[in-house]
């Protein structure tokens, strides 16, 4: 796993930016409440979210740092994805409760007092920016971190939309400006969780990773002198930035010393073109027939022989 920021680091990082978040929070929710401004308290739980987010990218992250045992023989890479997950979930889930109520405001504008709206708008922006400037070093590999980074911009630009709404009801008095910003929040939020949940569950389904093609891998593959033919080939991700993979290798009848050159060779392609470090590889001087127990052929993965020679 890549990082510009150690562990600890960004775990005193992710409990600062907890520290002021959960402070806006408090103020936000009670300025909501008073002021009768659903883009505040809409605002509130999009922060409440980055709490969380934060919360359990801290957890993630000790988890992760953890290392293989008989039982998780990966690690506990995967609690990133996890968090990732549970946190683009609950996203999804309060910005259709966003809609929903801002649906309702826009039928039965309610009085808004725009003033302390807007004053504590500003606070929440100003720790906002604050928060993502302690995330700025993030590693994108790390999906917790890069999520809870995503979820802290979010809010900043909903701050944003709540100032310019209070400003509008401050100049105008046309209350359903509350309203509006409240749904252009909602679309942040869900184009944020959208985002975290299709890289989440790329991993969790075992996908290829987003920045790999499987073709240009088995092209590298079949290119190094000395292999005959690639087929079987699989390529996922553990975590976001750990990349593995396991194919058979056809490399004719050769040496075991040869054999162990191509082998080497190999890896140093994967590892250099495709930043692919655990490999697993099956040497044969002939491609296994389909049905085999080498190859049941159902669950085989991707065949080079596709690409010609």
């Known amino acids: 796993m890549h990082s510009h920021v150690q562990p600890g680091g960004m775990q005193r990082r992710l409990l600062w930016g907890l520290l002021l978040t959960g402070t806006t929070f408090f103020a936000e929710l009670i300025g909501g409440l008073v002021t009768g401004s659903l883009a505040l308290l809409s605002d509130a739980a999009h922060v409440f979210l980055d709490m969380f987010a934060l919360g359990l ?64 708008a500003l606070v929440g922006l100003t720790v906002n920016l604050a928060v993502a400037f302690l995330l700025r070093a993030h590693d994108k590999h790390d999906l917790g971190v890069h999520s809870a980074f995503l979820h802290v911009l979010g ?9 310019a709404a209070g400003a509008v009801i401050l100049l105008t008095g046309w209350t359903p400006a509350d309203a509006v910003a409240s749904l252009a929040i909602a679309v ?55 990349a593995a993979l396991s194919a058979h290798v056809v490399l004719g009848d050769q040496t075991i010393s040869t054999a162990e050159q191509v082998m080497t060779e190999l890896r140093r392609v994967l590892h250099d073109k495709f930043s692919i470090e655990h490999t697993t590889l099956q040497v044969e001087c002939a491609p296994c027939p389909p049905g085999s127990a080498a190859c049941p052929g159902a669950d085989c993965g991707f065949d080079a022989s596709a690409l010609g020679t």
Do not use: C, K
């Open 57 to 120: 990218a801290y957890g993630a992250l000790r988890l992760s740092a953890r290392p293989a045992s008989e039982r998780f023989t990966y690690g506990l890479h995967r609690t990133q994805v996890l968090a990732a997950l549970v946190n683009g979930a609950m996203l999804a889930l309060v910005a259709v409760g966003i809609v929903r109520e801002a649906i309702v405001r826009l039928s039965d504008p309610r009085p808004i007092l725009a003033g302390p709206m807007v004053a504590i």
């Open 155 to 163: 809010d900043a630009l909903g701050s944003l939309g709540t100032i």
């Open 188 to 242: 942040v939020i869900m184009i944020g969780a959208g985002r975290v949940l299709r890289r989440s569950l790329r991993v969790l389904a075992e996908g290829v990773p987003e920045d790999i093609s499987i073709r240009d891998v088995a092209g590298a593959m079949q290119a190094v002198p000395g292999v005959v033919g690639v087929h079987d080939l699989h390529v996922w991700a553990v975590a976001p930035g750990y």
